[in-house]
């Protein structure tokens, strides 16, 4: 499977998250949070009836910054593991994207979020 650049990790600021378009041809974006030099990718779909997360460009978290929030219903995510802690759809967890960092890019499946 091929990899595609979703950005450069500078792109992201430490503890901030960021979303980012469908690739060509798809239909749902992605999510990707920052801690550290580790970045967790996401689908942008709360599981609970498919609704991106943010209310507003790049508004992902909640105040403490600890977790992803659907903006639809308050559902709170784990960052670490995209799993639902509260809200309508607890239990469940958002799509992970397997994600890697190299040369300073941030790369993702070619594929994800189709």
Sequence with gaps: MT???LCRLEDI???EARGFPPAPGGFTGLVAVRRGEAVHVYVNSCPHIGLPLEPLPNRFLDGTRRFLVCSAHGARFRVEDGF????PCAG???EAVEAR???GAVLVPEDAGL
């Design 84 to 87: 639902c802690i509260n809200g």
């Design 13 to 15: 600021p430490d503890g």
């Design 92 to 94: 469940d967890s958002l």
């Design 101 to 103: 960092i190299e040369d």
């Design 3 to 5: 990899d595609r650049t």
